[in-house]
Structure formats: C-alpha cells, structure tokens
C-alpha cells in the first residue's frame, strides 16, 4: 500500500486523522471486556455522566450516534411533526451540504438570510409574525423549530447574548432550539467564545457535542437536557439505522473526551494554529472570505494559487468565486502540529 | 469505574467486546496518516481491492456502512421503485427486529412462511404467480427484490443447491437478490457450510459482509457485483445519514479483516467453540430451538434455569415460550476462549 | 361512445354508477351559489352538524376527504408516531389492497390472524403482552393504534358487544381504536347489526363514513368525535393531497345523504337486493366462501361457471382458490333494483 | 340552510362555485349506466382520447387526478430519484402554498428566483453547471426535474420562445420537464398566449390540465406524451390515495370539457371578465402588483378599503405589503357574469 498523501500535508478538513491517541489506548486496554449491546453498557453510562456534568444538566438524556447528517435527520425528525418544518440559515449544513437528508424525513428546511453564517431572534420573530398573520397559513409549512450550529458553517460564533435572545423567542414561541455542534470543541476553545456547554444546555432543547471532527474516530453526543423531551427516542435511534450494536465504542470515546478536559484541550490546539495561519495570512494580504476565530479559515485564492498550492497541501475546495478565483477552507484540528503550520505557512 | 460485567462469562451476542486486536494495533499505526474523507482514501481502496479479489468480482462496487440495520435500510431503498416491496421470510431481521426501518423507508416487506429461517425458490415462484395472476394486483404491493441472509435469523444456512436455485428465479423474473451477510464470517467458516463468497458474488445481485459481529469495531462492507447496478448509491448513502466521514476507519478495518483470511479465522474460531457447547448441551440432554451449525444456538430454557444460570453468564434473551420456558441464544465469537467455554458448559 | 356496459347486468362492486339522484338534483340547485373554499363553506358545516347530530357527538371534528385508501392513510400517518405501526386483520383492507400506502407513510402493518374477518379483545390483549415482555422490544414495533372496518373485508360485521371489548382494550391501554366505514351504511342497515352510529362515536377514537361506495360521487367523512385529539389535522390533510379545493362538493353530497336518513335507506336497498340473491344462492347450492349480511356475496364458482356468467352480468374477481375454482364478488347497491336481482338469479 | 354568501360578490378564487352546467348535466344523463372502477371505463377512455387529440399526442398516457396539490405530489415523486430534487421559480406554487407535500414525498424544492414568477432556461443551465462544478456536489441534493406553471403563480404565461428554451435545456441535460396547468384554460384563452396545447405536449415531458379551477367539480388530467416515461404510475397514484374508485365521474368531466372546445370557452370568459376589471383599475389609478394577462388580478389595496370592500365582495388575500396596504386577488372564471363585473367595478 502506498500512502499517497502521507507526506504531503493535510489541511483540507479536521476529519483526516484517526484519532486522539488517548482514545486508542483506551479502546484496547477495555477490549477484552465483555458488556452488554446498544449503549447499555457502564462505558457508555460513565459517558454520559460525564457529559451530564460538564453540561451542569442532571437530568439530561444522552445518546450517541455515528455522524453528524444522520443526527441531524434524527433529532429533527424526532422533534417535528409530520407537517412542520425546520428553520434554518439558508448557509447551514442541513439546506445545503447534507444531500436532502432532511426533506428525505419528509420536512421542509424553512431558510432565513444568514448574517455571518447565523440567525437572529428578530429575523425568529418576523417570520413566525408573518406565517401567524398569513390568512393562507394552512397551506403553508407551519416553522415546527429551529436549527443553528455552533460555530455556524461559516466558522462563526454565537455570543452569549445573541443565544440567550433566541432561547428566548423559541420558548415564548413553543419552538425546540437543536443546535448543531459538530464542531463545538472548535467553539469552546476560542477566546473570543462566551458560551459555555452549560449555557448551551439551559438555552437550547437538543443539541449534540461533536466527536467525529473533535478527536474521535467517529460519534456525536445527543444531550436532551430536559428528561423527557422526545417519546422513543430509542426507537427513533434504531428505525433511523443510527442505533450502534456496539455502543461501548461510542461510549468509550466520549468517556475519554471528557475525562481531564481534553475535548477542551483539543480544541485549544486547533485555534492556536489556526490563529497563526491566519495571522500569517493577513499579514501576506489574503483576503478572508468570512472573519469567524475558530477552526476553519476560509481564504480566497486565485485558481492559480489554488492549483500551485495543491501540489504540496490538502486544502478543502469550499465554493468557487468566479472563473478566477475560488473559497478554498484551511482546517486545523486537535492532530496540527506547529511543524504543520510551520510548513504551510511557509508555501503561502 | 466499575466494570460490573467484566468477570461474568458473556454469550449473549457476538458483539460484546471491542474488535480483533490487529485492527487495533492497524488504527493505531495509521493514525496520524492523513487521507481524504468519505471513503475516498488508499485504505478504504485497498480494503475494496481485497474484497474484490476475495469475491472474485473484480467489477464490484464497494461500500462501507455502519451497521446491519443502517445497510438493509439504505439497499433495500436503492433497489426498490416506491410501489415495490421486498419478499423476505416472516422471521427475517427486517420484519421483526428493526423496528419498522424498511417501512420508514416506504416499503412493505412481503414476508412468505419460513422453513428453518430460509426461503425457497418455489415460494418465490408461487407468490409471483398469485400476484400476478390476481386481476387486483395494481392494488397490491409489487415484489420488487428478495431478502435473505446467510447465516439466516435461526443461524441455518442455504446450501449452494438452494442459493442457486433462489437466484435462478430471481433472475428469471428480475427481482435483485439481496443477502444480508451480518454474521457471513460464521456461515462461511461452518464444515456444513458450500457457499463461498465468490459464490455469494456470482449469485447475487447486492450482499453485504458483516464486521460489526465478525471482528470489527462496527461496519459492514456492501458489495454490488456488477459495476453500475444502482445510480447515485453515494449520494443515497448520504441522504440516509449512513456516510462517514472518516471513511478510513471502515476501511482499515476491512482491510485487515480481509490480510492473511482473518475473517475466515474469525468465524472457525467462533464454529468451533459453538460446536463445543452444542455437543455438550446435547449430552445434557437440553433441547435446540432450531438445529444449526454457526455460531448461534438457540436452547429452549426452563425459566427457572435461566434466571439461575444469569448470576453467572450473560445469555441472550430470544423468546417466550410459554409461562415456564424460554428460548435464550448462546452466541460465541472470534473472541470466545476454550476456558469460556469450559466455565460456560460446567454451568449448564 | 358505445356504452358497451351499459346493457350487461352489474353486480362487480357497488360503484359501479354514479351518485343518489338526490346528491345530483342537489348539486345543480346549489351550483352557482358562491362559497369560500377547502371546506370552509355552509355547505360543508350544514354537513357536519348533521354528522354530528347523527353521532351523537356535538363536539366531534369531522373533515370531508375524497377516496378510501387516502382516508386511510392521512389518519393512520396522524395518528401514528414514527416508531409505531397499526394493528389490523391479516385480511384488512390497509394490509392487502392499499398498494402499499400505509408503508409509504413510514409505518408498519402489524397483522393479527382473522377470524371471520374479524379481530378480537383478546388478541390485542395477547398481541401487546407479547410485545411488553419481549426483552427486545425496542427493537421491534410498537403498536400504536388499532384498525378495523365495518363491515370488514370479508362483509361481516362487529357486534356491539365485540365493538365495546375492543374499545375497551384500546383505551387501557392508550390506542386509539380507528374504524373504517367504507361500506358502513350497508352495515346499518343489516337487521342482523346492532351497532349504532352513536355506538361508533362513542367507542372509536377516529371513524369515517363511507360516500364512494354509499351513493355519493365520491367523499368520506372522517370523525374525531374526541374534539382536539390530533393535531393539525387540516395540514396533514393538506400536505398529504387530500384536501378539496371545493369542499362543498363533498359538503353538499354528506348534507344530502345526512338528511331524511338517506344513508340509512340506502343501505337498505342494498341489504334486501343482497338476501334475496343469498337465498337464490343457497337454494342452488352454491358454496359462500364467507357468511355476511351485508351487500357483497362472496361466492365459490368453478372457472368454467365464472367465464359463463361474465358474458351477462359482471362480477368481482376476488380470489383464485385452485386451479379450477374462484370466489367472485356480488355486490349489490343503493342502485340495485328488482329487476337487477331477477335477471341476475335466473342467470345462476 | 342560510346562504350566507350566495348574495354576496364573490371573486375571491376561480373556485367558488360548482361546475360548468353541461358537466352536471352529462353526470345526470350517465348516472345509472354501469361501468368498470379505476379508470376503466369507457367515458374516461374517450375523454382520454379527445385529450391525445387535442393535444395532438396519439400515444399519451392520460390519468385523472382530484387536485393540484396531489397530482403535483404524486408527478414529482414519479420522476424523481429518491437523492433528487425538483428545480422550481421560489415563488412556485410547490414551494409555498402546498403546505410541505413535496417534502413529505422526501424531495427538496430547489429554488430559483423568480422573474415575474417565471424561470428561464439560462438559469437552469447557471444551477446546473454550479453544481456540476462543486466539488462538493454528492453532498448536495441533484436536480432532477424542472416545474414551472402556465400561467404561473403571478397570472404571468411563459411565451412559446420562452418554453422553447426551457425544453431545449432540459433535454440536452435529461431532465424531465413538468408543467403545472392548474388554470390552463385561462393561460390557453389569452390573445396575448402563443403557446398551444400541442407545443405544451410536444415540450414537456409531463403536464397536468387542470379541471378545478376551469369549470369541473373537481379533476386534474395528467398527460404523459410520451408513453412508458414512467413505470408502475398507475400503482403510484394508487399507493398514494390518488385513485378515483369511480374513475368515470372525472372522465366524464373531462369528455363534456374536450367536447366542442368548451375547456377553451370557459377560459375566454374569464379572460374578457378579468380583462373589463384591469382597464377600470386601470382607470381608477390601482395599482397591480403584477402585471399578467390571465383571469386573476393582484391589487395592491389599502387594508382599509380592502376592509371597506370586503362587506360587498369576497376578493382573495395574497399578501401583506407592509401595516397599511396588502395585495388582493379578483380572480374571474368560467362563471363570472357581465353583471357581476358591473357590480365589482362600481365598488371599486
């Protein structure tokens, strides 16, 4: 076998590794112990204690499914009626890269103009207003929750207060706020983040802690702080084929992400190089094509650029511009090195 | 941490312990290789060369799922117009135990009696012909593919005679035969056994090698012998969720299942334990459910007997009986030692 | 055009003509009166209140929808959640001739043996016992509503004793019991029946009362006596298709058929036609293959007697019962008259 | 009974009344003539072949539907792959007034923005090439399909060039291309409209000709011009509720209204009424909201004559425009009477 790309570096994307070492060790040192399927295991309930902790939310239910499209179907599925739909940035994951995964459960993504990848609570009430004030409302799809992800698909974050006022017009509004944190630990890290996982917690219904870009092989972490929230989620789990046999994999997983803070610390990693490139970057007169401090720089580039730097980097093509120029993404992750800068930065 | 069931004996399934240690040590040699996501690296390939060469299908599409319930779902949708449902036994897996995932996805499953768990190429042709000659049959749901699985729910196996005979009338009528391969490694290791998997190949138009019960940490492998069967299969795997993102992970394992036969040695070490146990429970006088040869038996219990062995081994719940007995299923794997099974038939 | 049926005797199905001339006279005296659209018409709350009043049930909600299987699919799908399927008789309409439209919907048909076309208390006591103490239950679906029709598939009907177990039953154990009355005025008006339309109201959570196949053009009135039970009910509808842009066709059909007791007397006729043909049957020795009071005769004709009649009159195919034997369908009408049953037993 | 509206003005929508007279006197003169279900029967068969004819399609697959939202429903689901979607003008009567019923069939609307309610063929070669050019694309729902409406949403009609065009694109690209005439007649009747229902049969690969809102009870003709485009389409429409058990009530319909060009008359009665109450708008200093020659106007109205006039005619609410004014619909149709136009207009 001839690992092509081993030696080129790889900056295309934060799920290009196995994963944090940690996790492997402990993966073979439980290996031999026998436990019972489908997350009834003790690895999987130390999991969710844990979790349950870090989020200050006793009560919460936690689930842990493979891959972020099939959670996102899943909970949204489990939390809207057949004739709702789900509101969202028109840029988010679910309108735009998860291959019609929702409307395949049968919902209408109901999108909103995006700011800076994100929604605002008022942007929340002018469209309930309007859909409440549509004399044809009936025949239109009735905004059955909300959708947002942190950081956004554009790397941005919510502040505290921008997440606290949409809790605030969701509950007042009897709409479940799900956010999506495929790559939370990105988020968590940032200096500039003012959101705990306990915030997230007490303001959002759903909401999952991403493993699968974060460190793990594979698994996100569905909290549902308040106990009851969702009838047979368990059965949703399996009917969606998202329920894993051997759950203990998933629980052992996140039993190491959340022992000494390492989701925490991981993400530090990321940031610090990321913050790095796109230092280097700004001083070398790039242009970012959305500021956000988190893990994913997104840079325009000329084709040229882009082709020449192919040769010795992995990027991640992210839209094209024009016929000149393109958005490649620059990812960091919990496995970049200060060689890995060091060597990219170098190219730019 | 308390690992509560780590001393007690496990038979209750085949997926209680992590995977084989060489894909352990395998993930971790690779670990910080970087590759390109969604099963588009050089581990992934090399996993589907082997598969290939192991199938004799040198066309053959290959794919990486998750779990067996995940796989039925996806295959079953991609082989299926909407009007059409799948024949399968009435104790097929997709009927009874998954919770309703193929009608998720729209379809019926057209169930036909079953005779030790298999169906047989003249049901297939009689059910064809009633429908068929059923003036209503636009109002009633078309077969539109075949379900089976080797070993099947009662771990029996189709002969080579009858698998050939099942895709005869398949082909004859146009009705994709799919076979469902969760626990493969253990039909194929069985003396009993004459089906190869270039056999399966030949004979079928979609099956699936199961890893989540046969070694791996989960996944299943989906082949499709000939190239171009089903158009847009990437793209429906996204749709349902079932896409990872580390692809790699899936082919790694694969991978190594497929070095050296592993996976042949998987499952002889699994038969030869079950056939162990099976002499001895036979000895004792205990009565079989169903007689098979792979590596799941099914022993009718008194109840009392099985509350009394529970202190000590973990058995798999099957069925009731009646108010007095029940049928438990033993299950060994390519992890049961010959001491478990010492201590496991001194308790019986 | 020839009216090439228009001479052969017709004993197919009972929509085998128009409507009730009254239904017609009815829609041309009221054609060009204007009134607002999707039910919300005079008409149509005329239509209802007498619905209501039939009932019994002043708070019922009751929705005009236009066919059978679409009746039966919007309830089922509003009732149901994701995870759970619909109990019926193994020969319930929803199980074999839907062409697959609860499936569709995303639920499974959970089919318990008939009896007389019929299904018991017991059963759903025995069937739900089985599902609670089945370790893997859930794994397996979960029963969440009960289906029967009256009369049933095989024209027989529920006594008021049978109806009040079932209810019963239903109601300890929260599933809510929906009937489908396609053919329910030829059950009302069996002297052998004693169950009420109030009877109905008052022990099923959801009903309809057939038009289609009971002198109406087309329609069928679902009722929820229970006002409130499901939710958003008119969007379900219609998302699903089913909702009228001129409700008042439908409104205006029930009014008449709601008014003078015209469903009643209608069914009548049908019941008379159909017993004297019964008599004539048996006097000649024909085998039934299902005794029933209703309007449809079930009768077992060798193939040769079958091709015979079918140049004078037409029947129903039903079902082939071996290669020289069928059952066919009489089905008399609100439509069927005297001379119809004359011609038809003197061909026997 | 009180006819609450009967003395009130009605233009809210071309639905408010029964049906053209010659259809409920043909229904009347065939009402006891005996035929065959489904569609079977002989008046459908020869409405089926005045529609081949009058679309100048000899072998065109012809299917009655009840309405537009099912039909639309049942088409899409037809012609899509489960990974597709359906490209549609935003404003698109799927995408926003059908309350989610593409969604539930599990495809994604893909919208284009709109110009005066019309797509054009340089915007679906634009998507498509940005799709083909993302490197992303299997992530991204694939179009499958193309539905546009004549007219569309906005009363506007697409001129012969315009679908010319259209046509072209989707050929060169193999997507099936779906018209939508809900309101055909009124598009076909306009001076102003150059494109004929042979030019609609020999461009689009699927088309509806709507019945409701022209002058039926109820009934949607769906032609396929081109014979065996889709498989199984008689199963689908019955799996999804859609199949009329008295098929012959909609054939009727559909005969009286290809009979001695009476879809065509309908129409221009409407389009002369719509056409007096324009120039008086006109006249008076309205403004419209859009501009287009068929039977239904968008006002623009302060709320507080929109109030003022809502106590003598019953116009159709479209839109808020902002707190002071919003847009109305007059929609004329078969029915509109010179008298009710002079008395609209004296209002106004």
Request: hydrophobic fraction near 40%.
């Amino acid at each position: 076998m001839d690992f092509r790309s081993a030696e080129k570096l790889g900056f295309a994307s934060d799920y290009m590794e196995g994963a944090h070492p940690e996790i492997l060790r402990r993966l073979s040192e439980t290996n031999f112990l026998k436990s019972p399927g489908y997350g009834m295991d003790d690895f999987s309930e130390t999991a969710r204690d844990k979790i349950r902790q870090a989020c200050d939310a006793p009560g919460a239910e936690v689930y842990f499914l493979t891959g972020g499209t099939q959670t996102n179907a899943v909970v949204i599925s489990a939390l809207l009626r057949s004739y709702q739909g789900v509101i969202s940035a028109d840029t988010g994951h679910i309108n735009g890269h998860e291959a019609g995964a929702i409307e395949l459960g049968g919902h209408k993504v109901l999108t909103l103009p995006n700011r800076d990848g994100k929604i605002t609570a008022e942007q929340l009430i002018t469209y309930q207003m309007a859909w409440w004030q549509d004399e044809n409302r009936e025949h239109i799809v009735m905004p059955g929750m909300v959708y947002i992800s942190q950081p956004t698909e554009q790397g941005t974050i919510y502040s505290l207060e921008e997440l606290e006022a949409l809790s605030a017009v969701c509950r007042a509004s009897d709409l479940p706020l799900y956010l999506d944190g495929a790559r939370l630990a990105y988020a968590l890290a940032c200096p500039e983040n003012d959101v705990t996982l306990q915030d997230i917690a007490r303001l959002c219904d759903v909401f999952y802690i991403g493993g699968t870009k974060c460190g793990a092989l594979f698994g996100e972490a569905v909290v549902i702080p308040r106990f009851g929230l969702i009838s047979g989620f368990f059965s949703i789990i399996k009917q969606h084929g998202a329920l894993l046999a051997k759950g203990r994999i998933a629980g052992i997983q996140f039993e190491t992400l959340f022992t000494d803070d390492l989701y925490l610390k991981l993400g530090e990693n990321a940031i610090r190089a990321a913050n790095r490139i796109r230092s280097v970057l700004k001083e070398k007169g790039y242009e970012l094509a959305y500021e956000n401090p988190t893990n994913q720089i997104f840079v325009v580039l000329s084709k040229d650029k882009a082709a020449e730097l192919s040769d010795d980097v992995d990027l991640g093509f992210w839209e094209n511009l024009d016929a000149e120029r393109c958005i490649m993404r620059i990812a960091t992750s919990w496995a970049t090195t200060d060689n890995d800068v060091d060597r990219l930065t170098a190219l730019l």
